[in-house]
């Protein structure tokens, strides 16, 4: 499930450790050591938006040397911005996202 935790004091979105309470997780930031509750509001990955949707996917797998199988189907996370090319041809073929389709909406942004 996309999650995006960041510190809303200093950015930082790797140093983070989580703790169950009473009001929630409570996330403290190692960077700057400021306390939060997390944000419970799914956010994509990339664009931090909200606007996700679930879209049916196919697993595959190798059944046979290089015969590749559907083995079943999984709802996967998209953001309507960032994954929208994605979702257009889904839709328009009426089909699943493609088993190697990665959404970007559950992809780590990358830090620059």
């Known amino acids: 499930m996309p999650l995006h935790i960041e510190c809303p004091h200093c950015g930082e979105r790797d140093d983070l ?4 309470g009473v ?3 409570g996330i403290t930031c190692g960077t700057c050591g400021r306390r ?3 944000d419970r509001q799914l956010r994509c990955a990339t664009c931090a938006g909200t606007d996700l949707v679930l879209r049916p996917q196919v697993l595959t797998q190798f059944s046979r040397g290089t015969q590749l199988s559907v083995v079943g189907w999984t709802e996967t996370h998209c ?3 960032c994954d929208a090319e994605a979702l257009l041809r889904s839709e ?3 089909a699943p996202l493609p088993a190697e389709y990665r959404p970007r909406a559950v992809r780590p942004r990358s830090r620059t």
């Open 17 to 20: 450790v989580g703790d169950r």
């Open 23 to 25: 009001e929630g997780i």
């Open 36 to 38: 939060f509750l997390r």
């Open 79 to 81: 953001c309507t911005a």
């Open 92 to 94: 328009r073929a009426n």
